[in-house]
């Protein structure tokens, strides 16, 4: 395990979760001819939540203290299996890793609503487990795809010359659409839908445990957005990144960064929420489109 | 889709409606409904404008010597009964409407005048103004402010009642001495 | 004109009309026994297709003994109304109820038993609507004797008892309300859900109650009660001071000067328009189409700055009052309010254009929440509510008022009677407004905008109807001596409207509930006028199992 770079990771991903947030706020608001925040506002909130005292839920058991430190950790924790801004990754064969820890911490998300005892809490937390059941295969399907076409199961920046194809395409495509998903924000927010369920999951928390929560979030989402990166650089040829920080793959990282913000925002400013029916339906979509992208890597011949 | 990209024309092409404010503030049209302003040298202490609020923000307190009209701006709707009412433009609405504050005591505003003693019989029925304009007014009918005009015009209602008695008796004295 | 609706009820009722009076054209009184009132009610409302619209009781033990209660019922497609009056002696303070045979009066009894002391015997669930549970029972605060001059002894018995239906256990119940974010005013509606989907719902109103009629009765003028009902609601301020001013220059026979009208139309329909942009925007934010919110409200803004230019004000206007209106619209302004609604019609064609062909959120709003016409007349809803379920009722064409009967304009109605029905229903009456203020504004004739009302004889009983945004506004005045009115009786569209809420969510599911009460265009303040609010006790009250029984409607 490369220490230096988990920790590089690891503070990079706490810093710029929220600054991506914020991001995405100000896109938005440029939509509906707002001006919106300042993109540091996510830090602001934060920094405000952390000032606030910690209030439990009356006859809320323990988990409610627990649950929000575990989501944080879960989220911090992906980005050990993942590179950022250097090349390596922190450690090997990370792949599988990733996506057990983004199927864990949406349980986990769903699990602190139900632990807070508060009927919207515990039917925002049933809505999050419906829903990642239904989300979580296509990012298993599409991350998996991606890990056969690279040939292994690191999740790092070695370019390995992959040639440009409709599998890798369809895949990535799949992959874009399951993350859309997963940013828990307009049409998709059906687990937190403020105007129908004050919030749901998230509802009976506040001051440091809702802030442990919100930057996990944020982190997670950040963590997913990162993946886009690989599907660009194993396309450069064999040997042509060196070793620690690269400009090239930060170049792609903040590219692949930018277009994952721009369709979240789109997508949150021109529709409205879905509803558990209209989603399911748009995530069998997207499941059904990955699982063509990891047949096609078998079936179209040289894809590998 | 088509809904989609006309929402998406819309939020592009509009701008942004966002004003900075308090740095940048939305222009006001001529006549808003702001905060009502007391003309203090203009305010005679009629009372209407008390007597006209439908809200009770203004108030008047009639002590011995004072006439004291309060004006509370937490209860004022700005709906600008007491502007119409003002027989001297002594109140009138401003537009002025950023008047939050922490303090209460800054939305509370007061006027006070002097009350006069009736010359008859000592006790204090109006506000000097009051009585100042009412002189000017029937100065003229009266044909000029004479003494015996001034003496009358210094009683109170009360007094002013029972002289106006004494002067019927004596006219009608007098009649009958004529006849 | 023979008055074939007295007519058909004499011919059906012998010897239950003791006496008829033609209070004014359109308007007739009949006199019945309290025992007679709930079958003639029942009668006219099935049989005859009539309309509840208001039912009030005002103490005259005073002068009469008596207390009196008049139901007023409204055929639209004939412009008549009916007022069916019945007394109930001193000493013997009960009637019988007419809730059992049309439910819609229910609310009104309730009332009346809780303000008046007046019992609706046979009532079946004759429980505080407006006052807290905590005030006492025998206390009512709309009878002459009663004081408004300190807090009454609260009781402090008052805890709550939540009795749960018998198959209670199957489902959890989720509290909306009183404070959620959907909703902009507190009320508290307590869903049992299975799952998402809503198997019952219960409803406690009340909590924006602020005793308006008796401040009006107590310490308000002729004059200055316009500013109260102005602040009955805060977006149809203005719909509640024309229904009031219209009552009272009707029992006076007035008729204020032409342009006084002209530009009261123009009052009106503005703040039609921008009460419908800002439901709009709402509904919107409800199923998650943020942007609509943000849009609509940005071409809301415009009517906002429109009526500051014209009144002085973005809201609460101030500009309809006995006589006339306060402010004149000069040349100028008139132009540039032309020009500026002209601009609102373009934005807001090319925004709702947009909107309705937005896939999403049509998906959101189809088929949910259904309210079908027979349940609609049964319960005598009003304003876009019923016509998107296909009863076409609108008071500006049925009962013509002001410059109304003078300009031209359509009434939307659907027949589908779901949310998106509610919707498109709304957003035509958008349309249909700003044509008739450009036409107000185009066509202002010349004179004076005000005139005084020379006198308005004590004790005539008079109504208004006004068509606001959420249906027919509808105020009964009785003039009092000394420039006071005697009673005043504001019964709010929503007041009619709220009722069918639960027979709308039935069935629905939670995520689909803060549309679907939305969609009635709540104003929780409109609805709750009545008495006086006393001090929160802090203590949590919630509805006993006789008032969930109750709403299994």
């Given at each position: 395990?490369n220490v230096?770079?988990l ?5 990079l ?6 600054l991506?947030?914020g ?5 938005t ?6 001006a919106?925040?300042p993109?540091t506002?996510s ?9 606030k ?7 809320a058991?323990f988990?409610v203290?627990?649950?929000?430190a ?5 989220s911090?924790?992906?980005?050990a299996?993942i ?9 090997e064969?990370g792949g599988?890793v990733?996506?057990?820890l ?17 009927p919207?809490?515990?039917v ?7 829903l990642a059941t ?5 990012i ?10 690279r ?13 440009f194809?409709?599998?890798l395409?369809v895949?990535?495509?799949a ?6 998903a997963?940013g828990?924000?307009?049409p ?7 105007s129908e369920l004050?919030?749901?999951p998230?509802m ?6 809702l ?6 979030l ?6 997913l957005f990162s ?5 660009l ?5 064999p ?5 620690g920080?690269s400009?090239t ?8 960064l930018?277009?994952?913000i721009?369709l979240?925002?789109?997508?949150e400013?021109l529709s ?5 029916v209209?989603a ?7 499941l ?10 078998y079936a179209v011949?040289?894809?590998? | 889709?088509s809904g ?15 004003r ?9 049209p ?6 009502p302003?007391l003309?203090?040298?203009a305010?005679i202490?009629?009372?209407?404008c008390?007597?006209a ?7 008047v ?8 009209l ?5 209860r004022?709707?700005?709906c600008?009964l007491?502007?119409?009412?003002c ?6 609405l401003?537009d002025e ?9 800054d ?7 002097l009350r006069v003693?009736?010359?008859g019989c000592g006790?204090?029925f ?11 007014e029937?100065?003229e009918?009266a044909?000029?402010y ?5 003496d009358?015009?210094?009683l ?5 009642r029972?002289?106006w008695?004494?002067?019927i008796a004596d006219a009608?004295?007098?009649a009958?001495?004529?006849? | 004109?023979k ?8 011919e059906r009722?012998p010897g239950?009309?003791?006496g008829?009076t033609?209070?004014?054209?359109n308007?007739t ?6 025992e007679?009132?709930?079958?003639v ?6 049989s ?6 208001t ?6 033990t005073a002068?009469l003994?008596q207390?009196?209660?008049d139901?007023v019922?409204?055929w639209?497609?004939r ?18 109820s007419v809730t059992p045979?049309?439910?819609?009066a229910d609310?009104y ?5 809780e303000?008046?002391?007046l ?11 407006l006052l ?11 009878r002459k004797g009663f004081?408004?001059?300190a807090?009454p002894p609260?009781?402090?018995d008052?805890g709550?008892?939540?009795n749960a ?13 009183p ?14 859900v299975?799952g998402?989907r ?19 009765e ?7 009660v ?5 602040r009955v609601?805060?977006?149809?301020g203005?719909v509640?001071?024309?229904?009031y ?27 039609r328009?921008h009460?419908?942009l800002l439901?709009l925007?709402?509904a919107?934010?409800m199923?998650?189409f943020d942007?609509?919110?943000?849009q609509?409200?940005?071409v809301?803004?415009?009517i906002?700055?429109l ?10 206007y ?5 006589g006339?209106?306060r ?6 302004k008139?132009?540039t309010?032309?020009?500026e ?5 373009r934005e ?9 062909r ?10 949910v929440?259904?309210l079908?016409?027979?349940d609609?007349?049964r ?6 509510l019923?016509?998107?379920s ?9 009962y ?5 009967g003078?300009?031209?304009f ?9 949310v998106?029905?509610?919707?498109i ?6 349309f249909e407004s700003i044509?008739l ?7 202002l ?5 005000h ?17 606001g945004?959420?249906?027919?506004d509808?105020?009964?005045?009785i003039t009092g001596g000394?420039d ?6 504001v ?5 009619a ?6 027979l ?7 995520a689909?509930a803060?549309v ?9 303040s409109?609805a709750?006028?009545?008495?006086v609010v006393?001090?929160?006790?802090g ?13 299994r409607?």
């Amino acid at each position: 395990m490369n220490v230096a770079i988990l920790a590089l990771n690891v503070v990079l991903a706490i810093i710029a979760a929220p600054l991506i947030d914020g991001l995405r706020r100000v896109i938005t608001a440029r939509l509906q001819n707002r001006a919106g925040p300042p993109v540091t506002q996510s830090w602001h909130d934060i920094a405000k939540l952390l000032r606030k005292e910690t209030i439990p839920p009356e006859g809320a058991g323990f988990l409610v203290s627990v649950l929000p430190a575990l989501t944080l950790t879960l989220s911090i924790a992906m980005f050990a299996t993942i590179s950022t801004v250097t090349t390596q990754s922190p450690i090997e064969g990370g792949g599988i890793v990733f996506i057990e820890l983004a199927i864990l911490s949406a349980f986990v998300f769903a699990a602190a609503g139900s632990a807070s005892r508060n009927p919207y809490g515990v039917v925002g937390g049933s809505r999050e487990v419906i829903l990642a059941t239904l989300v979580e295969p296509s990012i298993i399907v599409s991350l998996t795809t991606l890990i056969v076409l690279r040939g292994s199961t690191t999740l790092d920046d070695a370019p390995i010359g992959l040639g440009f194809g409709v599998p890798l395409l369809v895949a990535a495509v799949a992959y874009l659409l399951s993350v859309l998903a997963e940013g828990g924000r307009i049409p998709f927010d059906v687990a937190e839908a403020e105007s129908e369920l004050s919030g749901g999951p998230l509802m009976e928390y506040g001051g440091p445990p809702l802030a442990a929560m919100k930057l996990g979030l944020y982190v997670r989402s950040l963590a997913l957005f990162s993946i886009p990166k690989f599907f660009l650089t194993a396309l450069l040829p064999p040997g042509s990144l060196g070793e620690g920080l690269s400009v090239t793959v930060i170049a792609l990282y903040l590219a692949s960064l930018l277009l994952c913000i721009i369709l979240v925002s789109l997508a949150e400013s021109l529709s409205a929420r879905f509803r558990l029916v209209e989603a399911s339906r748009f995530y069998a979509a997207v499941l059904a489109l990955s699982l063509v992208a990891l047949v096609l890597v078998y079936a179209v011949p040289g894809a590998r | 889709m088509s809904g989609i990209l006309k929402l998406l024309k819309i939020g592009v092409t509009k701008g942004r409606v966002t004003r900075r404010y308090p740095a940048e503030r939305t222009p006001t049209p001529e006549g808003l409904r702001g905060r009502p302003v007391l003309d203090f040298d203009a305010c005679i202490g009629c009372g209407g404008c008390a007597t006209a609020c439908p809200a009770n923000a203004l108030t008047v307190e009639e002590g011995e010597k004072t006439w004291t009209l309060r004006l509370f701006y937490g209860r004022c709707l700005m709906c600008g009964l007491c502007e119409e009412v003002c027989p001297k433009d002594a109140i009138r609405l401003s537009d002025e409407y950023e008047l939050a504050t922490t303090n209460r005591e800054d939305l509370e505003v007061e006027l006070q005048l002097l009350r006069v003693a009736c010359s008859g019989c000592g006790k204090y029925f109006t506000t000097r103004r009051v009585l100042e304009e009412t002189a000017v007014e029937y100065s003229e009918l009266a044909g000029g402010y004479s003494d015996d005009f001034r003496d009358v015009i210094t009683l109170c209602p009360d007094c002013r009642r029972r002289k106006w008695g004494e002067t019927i008796a004596d006219a009608y004295r007098e009649a009958r001495y004529e006849s | 004109m023979k008055n074939e609706i007295v007519d058909a009820l004499s011919e059906r009722f012998p010897g239950s009309i003791r006496g008829v009076t033609e209070l004014r054209e359109n308007l007739t009184l009949l006199e019945l026994g309290k025992e007679d009132v709930p079958r003639v009610v029942e009668y006219a409302l099935g049989s005859l297709g009539g309309t509840h619209m208001t039912m009030a009781g005002t103490d005259y033990t005073a002068s009469l003994d008596q207390y009196v209660i008049d139901h007023v019922l409204g055929w639209y497609d004939r412009g008549l109304l009916l007022v069916l009056r019945t007394r109930v002696q001193k000493g013997d303070e009960s009637f019988p109820s007419v809730t059992p045979l049309a439910p819609c009066a229910d609310w009104y009894e309730r009332e009346v038993k809780e303000s008046l002391g007046l019992t609706p015997v046979g009532h079946p669930n004759p429980r505080k609507l407006l006052l807290s549970d905590d005030w006492p029972d025998d206390l009512f605060p709309m009878r002459k004797g009663f004081k408004n001059e300190a807090p009454p002894p609260l009781r402090r018995d008052a805890g709550f008892t939540f009795n749960a239906p018998e198959d209670a256990g199957m489902f959890n119940i989720v509290p909306y309300g009183p404070y959620h974010f959907a909703i902009h005013e507190p009320i508290y509606f307590r869903f049992h859900v299975d799952g998402e989907r809503i198997a019952s719902v219960d409803l406690r109103a009340g909590f924006n109650h602020r005793g308006l009629e008796k401040i009006a009765e107590t310490r308000m003028t002729y004059e200055t009660v316009p500013f109260i009902a102005e602040r009955v609601c805060g977006i149809c301020g203005s719909v509640h001071a024309e229904a009031y001013t219209q009552a009272l220059e009707r029992a006076a026979g007035f008729e204020p000067p032409e342009r006084a009208k002209w530009i009261r139309v123009a009052i009106l329909e503005m703040e039609r328009i921008h009460s419908h942009l800002l439901w709009l925007g709402v509904a919107s934010h409800m199923v998650g189409f943020d942007s609509g919110l943000m849009q609509f409200w940005r071409v809301r803004d415009r009517i906002m700055f429109l009526a500051e230019l014209l009144t002085g004000n973005r809201k609460q206007y101030g500009m309809i009052v006995p006589g006339g209106v306060r402010r004149d619209i000069r040349e100028d302004k008139r132009e540039t309010a032309l020009r500026e609604v002209s601009t609102i019609l373009r934005e807001y064609e090319e925004l709702f254009d947009a909107a309705l062909r937005l896939g999403t959120l049509k998906a959101r709003l189809e088929g949910v929440g259904p309210l079908s016409e027979a349940d609609a007349r049964r319960l005598s809803v009003t304003g876009p509510l019923a016509r998107a379920s296909g009863v076409s009722m609108d008071a500006r064409r049925d009962y013509p008022y002001e410059a109304y009967g003078q300009l031209e304009f359509e009434t939307p109605v659907r027949g589908e009677g779901d949310v998106l029905a509610r919707t498109i229903v709304r957003a035509y009456d958008t349309f249909e407004s700003i044509k008739l203020v450009k036409q107000a504004l185009e066509n202002l004739p010349g004179g004076p905008v005000h005139a005084p009302i020379e006198y308005i004889p004590p004790d005539v009983t008079s109504m208004g109807l006004v068509e606001g945004p959420r249906g027919t506004d509808v105020h009964y005045l009785i003039t009092g001596g000394e420039d006071t009115v005697y009673r005043w009786r504001v019964r709010a569209p929503t007041y009619a409207n709220l009722p069918a809420a639960p027979l709308m969510l039935r069935g629905q599911t939670l995520a689909d509930a803060s549309v679907i009460i939305g969609s009635i265009d709540p104003c929780i303040s409109c609805a709750e006028r009545v008495i006086v609010v006393d001090e929160a006790s802090g203590r949590q009250r919630l509805v006993s199992g006789d008032e969930l029984r109750g709403w299994r409607a």
